[in-house]
């Protein structure tokens, strides 16, 4: 499978836990995004990374969400103190160009307790 | 206001009618614009981009008006696989170093047919 690959598919944890997702996207593309999408809405832009470089990051991502992606290949969200708000999908996509059409992966959902 | 509005609907439709979605956005230095599919729990995933000139891809049509700056897909002859919900997306501004093509995503709207 050469698609967005991201894990775990769900998560269920405690308010106050820290929660890591991973993202792999597809091997060649150099542009990586997050999204969160939230129950009968539409995706919203967490974060944006150009090979390692994290080149915006949205006014939702608090103090407490942290994003990384080192050697500019698979990229990680964290999510410290998680809080019952935090409750979505998150979502990675990836693309080549600027241009072109991203493609999602799977999305990772999770479920603060 | 959003950036990117749409219908949420639901549209209930039975098999085999023409149903016609539409979406306005704001930003008029909106670059590119697309069609994703979204089933149930599941990912966003392309349905077609959206050109100028309009663009037909089988039973899907797309149009793009920038004076009015409104996008609509119309689905023809529908199917029951085209149960879904289709999220208009928008792509700001293409040009400078600072954009970085993250895109907005509309409510989504979603379509139910029926046998």
């Known amino acids: 499978d050469t698609g967005v690959s991201q894990n775990p598919r769900h998560k269920i944890t405690k308010r106050g836990q820290n929660v890591t997702f991973r993202c792999d996207p597809i091997?060649?593309?150099?542009?990586l995004y997050w999204y969160r999408q939230t129950l009968g809405q539409g995706p919203e832009f967490l974060t944006y990374?150009?090979?390692?470089?994290?080149?915006?990051k949205s006014r939702l991502l608090s103090d407490r969400f942290s994003a990384e992606r080192p050697k500019g290949s698979f990229s990680t969200l964290e999510i410290q103190r998680t809080e019952q708000g935090d409750s979505a999908m998150y979502l990675c996509?990836?693309?080549?160009?600027?241009?072109?059409?991203?493609?999602f992966g799977d999305g990772t959902r999770l479920s603060i307790l | 206001r959003k950036e990117v509005e749409q219908d949420p609907g639901p549209f209930n439709v039975p098999e085999g009618a023409t149903v016609a979605f539409n979406c306005t956005y704001s930003?008029?230095?909106?670059?590119?614009f697309f069609w994703y599919r979204q089933d149930c729990r599941k990912e966003p995933k392309l349905l077609m981009s959206v050109y100028s000139s309009g663009n037909e891809d089988g039973r899907f049509t797309a149009q793009l008006n920038r004076a009015s700056q409104y996008i609509s897909l119309l689905i023809r002859d529908s199917k029951l696989s085209d149960s879904a919900t289709y999220l208009c997306?928008?792509?700001?501004?293409?040009?400078?170093?600072?954009?970085?093509?993250?895109?907005?995503f509309g409510q989504g709207t979603t379509l139910q047919v029926k046998p």
């Open positions: 996509a990836s693309s080549l160009v600027r241009d072109q059409p991203q493609h």
């Open positions: 990374f150009q090979n390692e470089a994290q080149l915006e």
């Open positions: 997306v928008v792509n700001t501004g293409l040009y400078g170093s600072s954009n970085t093509g993250k895109l907005i």
């Open positions: 930003n008029s230095a909106s670059q590119s």
């Open positions: 091997s060649e593309h150099n542009r």
